[in-house]
Nanobody
Framework: QVQLVESGGGVVQAGGSLRLSCAAS????????MGWFRQVPGKEREFQAA????????IYPDSVKGRFIISSDNVNSTVYLQMNALHPEATAVYYC??????????????????WGPGTQVTVSS
């Protein structure tokens, strides 16, 4: 089964930037969308961004539009999340996800088949 592995997390000051990466162990696995979610203890996973494999359509929640940029390398089944102007409230574990996601489920964790173990992002004030 394909494994996703995130990297790039760490500690950054408020207003700073981080770039997360996620690579798939099997470049030939089948997926239509790759995305990013975040989670803090006691809360559900929160959608951050997604990108379609075909056409490279990007989807963002209003909370990150203009600050986050998702991109992908389809040849290597890798997805990136550039996060700018980070707020302390962005402190969370960030998860990469992928799958054959039905339309309408791009922003829902239920739509994804594969998940990485997560990478911690801490934004200090």
């Amino acid at each position: 089964q394909v494994q996703l592995v995130e990297s790039g997390g760490g500690v950054v000051q408020a207003g700073g930037s981080l770039r997360l990466s996620c690579a798939a162990s099997d470049e030939t696995f089948s997926y239509s969308v790759m995305g990013w979610f975040r989670q803090v203890p006691g809360k559900e996973r929160e959608f951050q961004a997604a990108i379609t494999r075909s056409g490279g359509r990007t989807i963002y929640p209003d909370s990150v539009k203009g600050r986050f940029i998702i991109s992908s390398d389809n040849v290597n089944s890798t997805v990136y999340l550039q996060m700018n102007a980070l707020h302390p409230e962005a402190t969370a574990v960030y998860y990469c996800a992928a799958g054959v996601v039905p339309r309408g489920y791009y922003a829902s964790s239920r739509g994804y088949d594969y998940w990485g173990p997560g990478t911690q992002v801490t934004v200090s004030s």
